[in-house]
């Protein structure tokens, strides 16, 4: 290379050879650029790279021909003689074989690639045609950008020679699509969206036809095609596809396209804008981006500008700094660089990220799709963990594309338990191991929180903990250390465990029984567990070992316990004969304690402190003990002692019978004598043991229950049999025994199976003796509270035996049986729906069930077979028949594989307990029906009933309450509406379950008889003119109210009238509305029933109060004349009187009995009075309102005709006073007249005139207030008349007004105002003026007397 002194330029010019042979020397003192041809790659795409400069010879040991690239360096002084050389090489042709004895040679192309020149003190070196300096040299080395016309992102001219790197490389040209768009100032026409239309086709073809012509000129230009047109003006879409333009070249293209283009298309010159894809380098760190990240977006343009927008593609926004963005653009050699970061990204944010860098018409678009994985990580459930060494497996669970290597796995404890991590397709797992050295007994039960974190090195972070409590195997301790008892006695097994932890805890016998578990309660305490097995009456079958078994995963810890249980009678069990005797002084008394088994007692009497040895006798399977009581004892003749039997037995355990009651009376009274039954007084009734009775039966000594004797007529006779037949009375012996016992459920199918079959066989019995229908109530009761399940086959000797006690010919034992108790009937339907809820539990198939006097038939829900349930009973012996439907919607509510049962009665009807003043009878089936799994919400269930007796009215669909009448059972509507009455059928539905029929009436009116369509439209018509009446009052109070309320006293007087009005105004608004809600039966209606009922109490109860309140003004005005309140401290006492006292009453009223469902009345919205009288909290306070009012009323007249001395009112006083009086005098006794009536309308068989009376009160009490509280008063009147007075609008020649003259209706002199004074005794006509003088003492007095005027 020249020195820089001389006046010298070089060039470098490029020769492509293709040499045959294996060794090419070349004796060339330049720069020689060796390259492999494609052997290194290309680092951008329009530049070939080429290896560093150096001078080499160029070898290859490989026998093929190889292609090379030589660069040479030629230095002239004679700029001139450049271009000859450049001619000289384009007419060469190629390829020129160079041939000698060592090489063959071809050379492909010679091309001048470089020019530096000398430029005043600098050397310029440019790129010819079709060469571009590379990036990393423009970046190294200063441009000449000035000198030449190449637009500023070209680097095609540097201000030296490059000291390293190479020269200038080829311009790896290719096709580009450039995305162009053009606005023709010319109005949208929908044709041109359809791509088919005439408008579409001209409009393309001329445009195409200028384009082509216009872009033609680009270098390398191929087509352009019109790809649509949108509004905006006309915005014209299209591609024009050429290698990529200078912005010199595509400005000429855009003018020659302006000139060429048709002037009728308006083509708006500035808005030629072009966008291209794929030159810019963009970039995304990290590559797998995780929420939580910071995100970097990287855009690079060899373009000069920094004018670049980001925008989230999904969103169609611009993205701006923010606090979760931040946008930095800047310039580096020449290179445009953007950078978006994303701070703490989230799911929202993944999508499509556009960065545009705008350079005059083109804008440089690069897009790149980012996907967000969520750092949600789903941990496994905490965990209960044995020490037993066994491997437990904790986990971590993401979503796809999760790399859950990055998770780690660490621990928080007391304790360190370490664990292998490994992982799956979309989990990390966790193995831990514990032994029993690992959880000392301070550890057990210890909490350690294993955690799983996941950081991505960028930011993101998540974590979850896992709680895993380590316990070591429970050791248990079982206190106390011996357990021996007799019969009858209690005992209890406390088993602890040293660890709180367990799954569950059972007992079993050492048979492997498993012991119910009402015997016996855990508790889990923070060190420890205990359970505590507990039995208040041990009979001989608790005798064995036990086992507390406390159970941990599959870890069992077991400890056991020996019970010893000594023979001795319970005192149930122990038989006594007489249970009572007459016995005559001086005479012989038999007694026996007898038991039904034969074991080694010692047992004595006990007679009024002394005891006596006894006989034992044995007499088939039972033993007796025996004494003869010689009543020979002068202070025994006419008392009554006690003997009891005391039983010791071998541990010396000892328990007494119930007392013989013996009464010793004078032998000369006894006038019934049987050596059996005993000796008796006349009339004298007295109980005994069937076993010891006089019944001539084969099993008379097995039979149970008492008979009654009566004496009559020297003779005994039987009063009351309530025996029980000897299959009953056994199995009702073992089924109480049953409930004592160990091993209960195992013999629950058994008994009933016998049941079933004994009450087969005593049926006469049965009939005979109510005792036998008692004890078989009583054994399926208690049957039915032992089995967790049912099968089919108990369910089956269950309703059979129901069928048998519920037939026909033991209607009239039922009747005596109820005379006595009057539960029975409902023990028995409680029972049997027991049975029915359990039967689930052991049946796939809910089986139909036919008996004459019961039937059942059911349903077992289906997740996937979800249908109505409709079921029908038909009962031809009875002509009754009934149905139950439930819509598909609410079975589907209920948990699946739950089953629906219901069990229809015919004669139960008659059995059920009923009032003796309820005149309702039931008239239909009585239907049960049951779910397995509780129901939580309302559920409606609709029923159909055919009619037993056709001349019953009025009918009304109840339920079965067991909680009704001292949980005897009753009839309850609650819940329950007659959907519809057709024929002989009643449609019902309810909404809740249990046992359902209808009632209906003898005497009771029907729903559409003439006295309840009158009360019907007394009560509306009155309503109306009710509210009429108050709203007008209301009114006119507004409208006089500055001229009525001109002192403190009248200004109290209206503020109560108008309470008074508004408070009924409100009550009758509410009233109606209550029947409304009433006439509605829908299932929410109870609810806003309950409102109903509170708010029509309350604001009644404000009338009443007001009424005090105004009572009790009028009182104090008159009584304490001298003493003066103010304005506000009366207005607040009256306000807490007249709504403070009402809303107290109210609230305690709903607080005491809405909780237990007794708060409003079953068939209307107003207050209970059948259970529990809360219609006595409003009929009492208004009563006693009503009382205090007519005496207030009494003591005002009273002073008023006799005053004290000194303080005798004038006559215009006394006129003054009667007239504050009789609003009072005229309101109370009416208000207090209505519901003096309405109490008596609530009893029973109640006259209908005091229903017509209390209707026509209630209903007009609005009309009663306008009257009697509002235009009675003179004041009101006096302020009408001269609102409304002709008078007003004349000309006033005097400020005296006469109402003498004119006579109004209001006036004291019209007929009105003389039939409402005449009430009162006075009669005549009043003249009000205005008094010309007035005196401060008269004026204080008069006001007093004015409270109501």
């Known amino acids: 290379m020249n020195s820089p002194g001389k006046s010298v330029f070089w060039f470098v010019f490029l020769i492509v050879t293709y040499c045959s042979q294996a060794t090419l020397n070349l004796n060339l003192e330049s720069i020689v650029h060796s390259l492999i041809y494609r052997g290194h790659g290309e680092e951008s795409e329009n530049y070939r790279v080429e290896s560093p400069r150096h001078k080499r010879a160029v070898a290859t040991s490989s026998p093929a021909p190889e292609e090379y690239e030589i660069e040479i360096e030629i230095s002239l002084e004679n700029a001139s003689l450049l271009e000859p050389f450049k001619d000289y090489l384009k007419n060469l042709s190629f390829p020129i074989q160079v041939i000698n004895a060592n090489l063959s040679t071809d050379i492909l192309s010679m091309k001048v690639t470089t020019v530096c020149m000398p430029h005043g003190n600098e050397t310029f070196c440019s790129c010819e045609s079709g060469y571009k ?237 980012i996907n967000v994985i969520s750092t949600e990580i789903e941990p496994s459930e905490d965990l209960k963990v044995m020490c037993d060494n066994n491997p437990v497996s904790l986990s971590c669970c993401t979503g796809k594309d999760f790399n859950l290597s990055d998770i780690k796995w660490n621990q928080e404890g007391l304790i360190s338990i370490s664990g292998i991590s490994t992982s799956d397709s979309r989990c990390s797992k966790h193995t831990i191991q514990a032994d029993g050295t690992q959880c000392l007994s301070g550890s057990a039960g210890t909490e350690v929180f294993y955690i799983c974190r996941f950081l991505s090195g960028y930011g993101a972070y998540s974590s979850r903990k896992i709680k895993v409590t380590f316990t070591s195997v429970a050791n248990l301790t079982v206190t106390p250390d011996l357990i021996a008892i007799s019969e009858g006695q209690s005992f209890s097994i406390t088993c602890i465990s040293d660890v709180s932890s367990y799954d569950s805890v059972f007992w079993n016998t050492s048979a492997g029984t498993k012991i119910n578990p009402k015997f016996y309660a855990t508790k889990r305490y923070p060190d420890r567990a205990e359970s505590v097995l507990t039995v208040e009456t041990a009979t001989r079958e608790w005798n064995g070992v036990y086992h507390c078994i406390f159970r941990y995963k599959s870890s069992y810890s077991i400890a056991t316990k020996d019970v010893t249980v000594y023979p001795l009678p319970l005192k149930q069990d122990i038989l006594l004969d007489p249970l009572e005797a007459d016995v005559p002084c001086g005479g012989i008394c038999h007694l026996q304690c007898c038991v039904n088994e034969d074991t080694d007692y010692r047992v004595t009497i006990k007679i009024d402190g002394l005891s006596f040895s006894t006989v034992k006798e044995t007499q088939e399977n039972r033993v007796c003990y025996k004494y003869s009581l010689m009543a020979n004892t002068t202070a025994w003749c006419s008392k009554t002692v006690q003997a009891s039997c005391i039983f010791i037995n071998s541990v010396n355990e000892s328990v007494q019978s119930a007392p013989m009651i013996l009464r010793l009376v004078p032998g000369e009274n006894i006038t019934c004598q049987d050596p059996i039954i005993g000796n008796g007084e006349p009339g004298k009734m007295i109980q005994k043991l069937c076993q010891f009775s006089n019944i001539l039966n084969k099993a008379a000594h097995q039979m149970g229950g008492t008979i009654t004797y009566i004496c009559e007529n020297s003779k005994w006779n039987v009063k009351y049999d309530n025996c029980i037949s000897a299959p009953i009375n056994n199995l009702l012996g073992l089924t109480k025994a049953l409930i004592m016992s160990p091993k209960q459920e195992e013999k629950v199918s058994t008994y009933l199976q016998d049941l079933s079959s004994s009450t087969g066989n005593v049926q006469n019995e049965i009939k005979a003796s109510p005792g036998n229908l008692k004890a078989i109530i009583t054994i399926l009761e208690i049957l039915s509270t032992v089995p967790t399940k049912v099968n089919v086959e108990m369910m089956t000797d269950v309703l059979s035996t129901v069928n048998i006690i519920l037939g026909k010919p033991l209607l009239s034992t039922w009747q005596v049986l109820n005379q006595k108790q009057a539960n029975e009937s409902s023990r028995l339907l409680d029972s049997v729906e027991r049975f029915s809820r359990v039967l689930h539990e052991g049946v796939s198939a809910v089986p139909s069930i036919i008996h004459p006097n019961v039937q059942m038939k059911g349903l077992m829900t289906m997740a996937k077979q979800m249908t109505d349930y409709d079921q029908h009973f038909l009962f031809p012996d009875s002509n009754l028949w009934g149905q139950v439907i439930i819509d598909r919607l609410q079975i589907e509510s209920l948990k699946p594989n739950s089953s629906i049962i219901t069990l229809a009665y015919p004669t139960l009807k008659a059995i059920l307990p009923q009032s003796a003043q309820d005149k309702n009878f039931v008239n239909g089936l009585v239907m049960t029906t049951t779910v397995s799994q509780g129901v939580t919400k309302p559920f409606k269930i609709s029923m159909k009933f055919k009619k037993n007796d056709l001349s019953l009215v009025a009918p009304q669909c109840v339920f079965w309450n067991y909680h009704l009448s001292n949980y005897t059972g009753g009839w309850d509507n609650s819940g329950c509406f007659v959907e519809q009455m057709k024929g002989d059928s009643v449609f019902c539905t309810c909404n809740h379950l249990t046992s359902f029929s209808i009632l209906m009436s003898p005497d009771s009116p029907d729903p559409n008889s003439l006295i309840k369509i009158l009360l019907d439209i007394i009560s509306y018509i009155g309503l109306g003119f009710s509210i009429l009446s108050l709203a007008a009052c209301l009114v006119v109070e507004a409208f006089v109210w500055k001229s009525v309320t001109k002192n403190r006293t009248s200004y109290m007087r209206h503020v109560c009238i108008v309470n008074i009005a508004a408070s009924l105004l409100i009550a009758d608004a509410w009233f109606i509305v209550s029947a409304a809600i009433h006439d509605q039966h829908y299932l929410f209606s109870e609810t806003a029933c309950v409102a109903a009922t509170f708010f029509i109490h309350f604001f009644y109860l404000s009338v009443f109060f007001w009424m005090l309140t105004l009572g009790l003004m009028l009182f104090y005005r008159l009584v304490f004349i001298l003493h003066d309140t103010s304005k506000s401290i009366q207005k607040a006492i009256a306000f807490s009187l007249g709504y403070g006292c009402p809303l107290v009453i109210s609230i305690i009223t709903v607080g005491v009995t809405q909780p237990k469902d007794v708060y409003m009345r079953k068939n209307a919205c107003w207050l209970n009075w059948d259970d529990t009288k809360a219609l006595l909290a409003f009929v009492i306070p208004a009563l006693i309102i009503v009382v205090i009012n007519v005496s207030i009323t009494f003591v005002v007249i009273t002073k008023i005709l006799r005053p004290s001395i000194g303080d005798k009112p004038s006559i215009q006083e006394k006129n003054s006073l009667f007239q504050i009086s009789k609003s009072i005098g005229v309101l109370t006794p009416l208000l207090g007249l209505t519901w003096g009536f309405g109490l008596a309308t609530v009893f029973q068989g109640s006259n209908a005139v005091f229903h017509i009376v209390f209707t026509l009160l209630n209903a007009f009490q609005g009309l009663f207030i306008l009257l009697f509280g509002c235009l009675w008063d003179k004041k009101v009147q006096e302020a009408l008349l001269h609102k409304f007075s002709l008078s007003r609008w004349s000309s006033q020649h005097t400020k005296s007004t006469s109402l003498a003259s004119s006579t109004p209706v209001f006036s004291m002199s019209s007929p009105i105002s003389r039939r409402f004074n005449n009430l009162f005794g006075k009669t005549g006509t009043y003249n009000v003026s205005t008094p010309e003088t007035t005196s401060s003492s008269v004026e204080n007095s008069s006001s007093a007397y004015s409270l109501l005027n």
């Open 133 to 369: 300096w590379l990036p990393e040299v423009c970046l190294s080395n200063l441009t000449c950008q000035s000198y030449h016309s190449s637009a500023p992102e070209d680097c095609s001219c540097l201000k030296e020679m490059p000291a390293k790197g190479p020269y200038c490389q080829q311009v790896i040209l290719k096709d580009i699509i450039l995305r162009m768009s053009v606005k023709l100032k010319m109005d949208f026409q929908e044709d041109l969206k359809n791509s088919s239309s005439a408008l579409y086709r001209s409009y393309k073809t001329d445009l195409e036809r200028a384009f082509y012509n216009g872009y033609s000129i680009l270098p390398g230009f191929k087509s352009v095609v019109v790809t649509g047109f949108r509004p905006g003006s006309i915005v014209v879409n299209y591609n024009v596809q050429t290698r990529k333009p200078t912005l010199t070249q595509m400005n000429e293209a855009n003018d020659r396209v302006k000139s060429l283009i048709n002037s009728t298309y308006r083509m708006d010159p500035p808005s030629f804008e072009a966008t291209l894809d794929n030159e810019t380098k963009f970039s995304v760190v990290p590559e797998v981006i995780y929420e939580g990240d910071t995100v970097t977006l990287k855009c690079e343009n060899e373009v000069q500008s920094t004018n670049v927008t980001w925008r989230h593609f999904e969103r169609a926004t611009d993205i701006q700094n923010s606090t979760g963005f931040s946008i930095y653009t800047y310039l580096s050699h020449q290179v445009s660089i953007s950078i978006l970061t994303i701070h703490n990204i989230s799911l929202i944010d993944a999508g499509e990220y556009v960065c545009t860098l705008t350079y005059d018409i083109f804008d440089y678009e690069g897009r790149k799709k």
